[in-house]
């Protein structure tokens, strides 16, 4: 049923009203809301000025850079010349030399790479990026694969509407760009059109 239809049916039976929301409201029915929910969570630690949190059984080399608003979770091991800015990296997650990781979800156990580059995304539990490979704007389910060198490019769709009320924390543009979703346990290899869903 539609929702305008249950409406209905309630109103049949007792009196309905609305509420005007008046603050933040984000769908999260599919993939490509859930992950602006993500960045919007991600926005709101830097609003709010959140302290680096780094797990004491966290292990990272001297040469790696890690941002204030930045959470760090047990046993992950980030490799030199690392850089994580404004990022939630799970427990035992590992990040190769010189991986740059901006404003993403790292969830448990997923493996990014030497040279790999992420910026705006989900990368799921037990989720491989490749040497080298680009992952923008995307998200990645359980256990996928972005193969070495591979490019999940990102692109704003200027006819999309999006319904999120984030005031301000994440702008029309980052609402309306897409990069790929990359289905549990499957890999995504060379370079993937803005909007792709690889399920297979």
Same mark, same amino acid.
């Given at each position: 049923?539609?929702?305008?239809?249950?409406?209905?049916?309630?109103?049949?039976?007792?009196?309905?009203?609305?509420?005007?929301?008046?603050?933040?409201?984000?769908?999260?029915?599919?993939?490509?809301?859930?992950? %602006?929910? *993500?960045?919007?969570?991600?926005?709101?630690?830097?609003?709010?000025?959140?302290?680096? @949190?780094? &797990?004491?059984?966290?292990?990272?080399?001297? @040469?790696?850079?890690?941002?204030?608003?930045?959470?760090?979770?047990?046993?992950?091991?980030?490799?030199?010349?690392?850089?994580?800015?404004?990022?939630?990296?799970?427990?035992?997650?590992?990040?190769?030399?010189?991986? $740059?990781?901006?404003?993403?979800? $790292?969830?448990?156990?997923?493996?990014?790479?030497?040279?790999?580059?992420?910026? &705006?995304?989900?990368?799921?539990?037990?989720?491989?990026?490749?040497?080298? *490979?680009?992952?923008?704007? %995307?998200?990645? &389910? &359980?256990? *996928? $694969?972005?193969?070495?060198? @591979?490019?999940?490019?990102?692109?704003?769709?200027?006819?999309?509407?999006?319904?999120?009320?984030?005031?301000?924390?994440?702008?029309? *543009?980052?609402? %309306?760009?897409?990069?790929?979703?990359?289905?549990?346990?499957? @890999?995504?290899?060379?370079?993937?059109?803005?909007?792709?869903?690889?399920?297979?």
């Amino acid at each position: 049923m539609e929702l305008t239809d249950l409406i209905g049916l309630l109103a049949a039976t007792r009196r309905v009203a609305y509420h005007v929301c008046t603050g933040y409201w984000i769908p999260v029915g599919t993939p490509w809301e859930a992950l %602006s929910a *993500a960045q919007f969570l991600l926005a709101l630690r830097r609003t709010h000025n959140q302290q680096a @949190s780094i &797990d004491p059984t966290a292990k990272f080399h001297s @040469s790696a850079y890690v941002t204030e608003a930045s959470r760090i979770e047990a046993s992950a091991l980030i490799a030199a010349d690392a850089t994580i800015h404004d990022c939630v990296i799970g427990p035992g997650t590992r990040i190769g030399a010189g991986a $740059v990781i901006e404003r993403s979800i $790292v969830e448990a156990g997923a493996l990014v790479e030497a040279g790999a580059y992420i910026r &705006d995304s989900v990368v799921g539990p037990g989720a491989i990026v490749g040497e080298r *490979a680009t992952v923008a704007a %995307s998200w990645l &389910d &359980d256990a *996928a $694969v972005v193969t070495s060198g @591979s490019k999940l490019e990102a692109a704003v769709f200027a006819d999309l509407r999006p319904v999120a009320v984030t005031h301000d924390q994440l702008s029309p *543009a980052q609402l %309306s760009t897409r990069g790929a979703i990359v289905a549990r346990a499957v @890999s995504a290899s060379g370079t993937i059109a803005p909007g792709s869903v690889i399920s297979e």
